[in-house]
């Protein structure tokens, strides 16, 4: 997914473009809508002259940064007189009834630089939710170890997979690059490898551990087995559902390593299941180039 970085004067002139949108004549207040609507807010009372407001009336704008899933949207939608955001995704099962930009990119706004900070704010609310007190002392750094665990965990999310000859692999890299050496290779026998990883079900959050076989019949050319294992977990490394999982890898390796058949094979727990009492393991596999 592409990244976008806002900064502070295009966050401005977004919000500039979205006062253009906005119906003057039904607005006498603004409502920010936490936690990045509340800048938005701000912004657009300081350019338009309009007081902001904690009470959302018939007359008041509901504002936030970026109509995503459309969840949040949802709980606004019918309040006030409308709604408006700078950003709106393709996927949004609710849209706003004024934005600025549709963007399928991962949207980066300014007071968001520190992603642990925005982290360990959710991580805080969600203690508060569930009735723990955050200041207590076996709680008060959770919030900082979640943050730090979860920026381990996903990083599938901000590194890449590249390709690179021997040569290539002795220049520097950058630290959001992992590198996947190949090699020539004569042989054509299946070369099988077994991997045992972590990843996480994208509708819970919740752990799903897998053993992962992969098969390669090589063509002329083939990476090394610890690079298999950098290609799975990569793909485990942000929140997934195994079957599309399955079969990215095959994918990728079909793709990148051009083998002459390639056999992927995930059997995975899901915790999610098995906290609610049903069974939790899940076979998949997904083959490519070969009958």
Same mark, same amino acid.
């Given at each position: 997914?592409? =990244? $976008?970085?806002?900064? /502070? =004067?295009?966050?401005?002139?977004? &919000?500039?473009?979205?006062?253009?949108?906005? #119906?003057?004549?039904?607005?006498?207040?603004?409502?920010?809508?936490?936690?990045?609507?509340?800048?938005?807010?701000?912004?657009?009372?300081?350019?338009?002259? +309009?007081?902001?407001? !904690?009470?959302?009336?018939?007359?008041?704008?509901?504002?936030?940064?970026?109509?995503?899933?459309?969840?949040?949207?949802?709980?606004?939608?019918?309040?006030?007189?409308?709604?408006?955001? #700078?950003?709106?995704?393709?996927?949004?099962?609710? =849209?706003?009834?004024?934005?600025?930009?549709?963007?399928?990119? /991962? #949207?980066?706004?300014?007071?968001?630089? !520190?992603?642990?900070?925005?982290?360990?704010?959710?991580?805080?609310?969600?203690?508060?939710? +569930?009735?723990?007190?955050?200041?207590?002392?076996?709680?008060?750094?959770?919030?900082?170890?979640?943050?730090?665990?979860? !920026?381990?965990?996903?990083?599938?999310? @901000?590194?890449?997979?590249?390709?690179? !000859?021997?040569?290539?692999?002795?220049?520097? $890299?950058?630290?959001? $690059?992992?590198?996947?050496?190949?090699?020539?290779?004569?042989?054509?026998?299946?070369?099988?490898?077994?991997?045992?990883?972590?990843?996480?079900?994208?509708?819970?959050?919740?752990?799903?551990?897998?053993?992962?076989?992969?098969?390669?019949?090589?063509?002329?050319?083939?990476?090394?087995?610890?690079?298999?294992?950098?290609? &799975?977990?990569?793909?485990?490394?942000?929140?997934?559902?195994?079957? @599309?999982?399955?079969?990215?890898?095959?994918?990728? $390796?079909?793709?990148?390593?051009?083998?002459?058949? &390639?056999? &992927?094979? +995930?059997?995975?727990?899901?915790?999610?299941?098995?906290?609610?009492?049903?069974?939790?393991?899940?076979?998949?596999?997904?083959?490519?180039?070969?009958?």
């Amino acid at each position: 997914m592409n =990244k $976008i970085k806002i900064s /502070w =004067k295009e966050f401005k002139d977004l &919000v500039e473009q979205l006062d253009k949108k906005i #119906l003057r004549s039904k607005v006498s207040y603004i409502y920010g809508i936490p936690r990045g609507g509340q800048y938005v807010a701000l912004m657009l009372s300081e350019i338009s002259g +309009i007081p902001m407001t !904690n009470e959302i009336t018939e007359d008041t704008i509901i504002v936030d940064d970026v109509a995503d899933s459309g969840s949040t949207l949802a709980r606004y939608h019918g309040k006030g007189c409308g709604v408006a955001t #700078l950003h709106v995704k393709p996927h949004s099962v609710v =849209k706003p009834h004024f934005w600025v930009k549709e963007t399928e990119a /991962w #949207l980066i706004y300014p007071w968001e630089t !520190n992603s642990d900070e925005t982290i360990k704010d959710s991580v805080l609310r969600i203690l508060e939710l +569930i009735g723990e007190n955050p200041n207590r002392e076996g709680i008060k750094y959770t919030p900082h170890r979640v943050a730090r665990l979860y !920026n381990n965990l996903f990083y599938g999310y @901000r590194k890449k997979l590249v390709v690179m !000859n021997e040569e290539e692999r002795n220049t520097k $890299i950058d630290k959001d $690059i992992i590198p996947i050496t190949i090699f020539k290779n004569e042989s054509d026998e299946m070369l099988i490898r077994q991997v045992n990883c972590v990843s996480h079900c994208e509708h819970h959050i919740a752990i799903f551990p897998m053993r992962v076989w992969v098969g390669i019949i090589p063509d002329k050319k083939l990476m090394g087995m610890n690079k298999i294992d950098k290609v &799975v977990k990569y793909f485990a490394a942000r929140l997934q559902i195994q079957e @599309r999982m399955t079969n990215q890898v095959a994918e990728w $390796i079909n793709d990148n390593i051009k083998p002459k058949g &390639v056999v &992927v094979v +995930i059997k995975g727990v899901h915790y999610c299941a098995e906290l609610q009492g049903d069974s939790g393991n899940f076979t998949t596999s997904s083959v490519k180039g070969v009958s």
